[in-house]
């Protein structure tokens, strides 16, 4: 087995030039040998910015080297599913952005596909899930520190009104609910380890986009309820807070700290009892634990089925709050 996988990026997508990629060039098990772009100047101009190796001017092209073993796919969100599809056609495992479709019929679409390749890993790339500061939360929840939950809060945010950017084009799969939404979504789902079995939502579409530019949902788990915000217009934040029976935790930045250092907080009787403080970063972490599954031949870290669960649920907010 080899010492690293060898990864290949789909596009020069800013998400992965400046942040992806340089994370997981310091990973243990990554090595990012090659990307690709619709314009082979484009390519060469960020692998010679990153110290790749190669660079190809057409996503076919690195989907036929035999020398690269998984692919990272942060395309537009319309390109998720047949670009992820033909990496898996093409022998590649495949780490691929959130959300992983736009539909939970596309998702499903994709699940059957995998599984018709079961040497083939593919994940939906929720990296929140690999930052240290949840582990310590699902620690503190596991063992009873604020009792049984009653309540989840959160809300992600921020300001963009470019026309040219593809969030704010329907046909791309633009909007808040699917961009940022689902990371409350996720990470509510992520600590009830269960689904919604009753949802409420509102939703209101920019008339000038025609995509989901503010977003609200109440929704009724098993153990108790979940509320979150999104918004595509909106000053930016990020937070959580987990309200239990006998304490309660709070997130500094729950979704997206990058190399800051951030803070957890677990408070009883209005008190911070216990504050851990974290720093790392989560796309490294990402890397590592995918390329290990590949590695061991073992199962991802989220399973596609995850994926498929949680776009269900955006699905469902769409759909109730128009």
Known sequence: MP???????????????????????????????????????????????????????????????????????????????????????????????????????????????????????????????????????????SVGMIGDINSIQSAFTYHNTDPDDFRNHPEMGGGGLLDI??????????????????????????????????ASALMEFPEGTVSFYCSTQSDPIQNMTIYGSEGIIKFEIPFNPLEKEVTVSLIKDGSVIEKKKVQANHYTLQGDAFSEAIIEDGPVPTPLRDAVANMKVIDQIMKKGR
């Open 181 to 214: 939404g689902s990371y409350c979504i996720s990470s509510a789902r992520y600590i009830f380890e269960a689904e919604p079995e009753k949802i409420l939502s509102s939703v209101e579409i920019d008339p000038e986009f025609g995509v989901d530019r503010h």
């Open 3 to 141: 010492d690293k996988i060898k990864w290949g990026v789909l596009s020069t997508a800013n998400i992965g030039v400046e942040h992806v990629i340089p994370a997981m060039q310091k990973g243990e098990l990554t090595e990012v040998a090659a990307i690709a772009s619709r314009k082979l100047a484009r390519a060469e101009e960020a692998a010679e910015k990153l110290g790749l190796s190669k660079a190809y001017g057409s996503y076919d092209e690195l989907l036929d080297d035999d020398e690269i073993d998984a692919i990272y796919n942060p395309l537009p969100n319309d390109q998720h599913v047949p670009w992820t599809i033909k990496a898996i056609e093409a022998g590649k495992h495949v780490l691929c952005e959130k959300p992983i479709a736009l539909n939970a019929n596309e998702a499903e679409k994709l699940l059957a596909i995998s599984e018709k390749h079961p040497h083939i890993k593919v994940m939906e790339a929720f990296m929140y899930r690999f930052h240290p500061q949840w582990d310590i939360v699902k620690s503190w929840i």
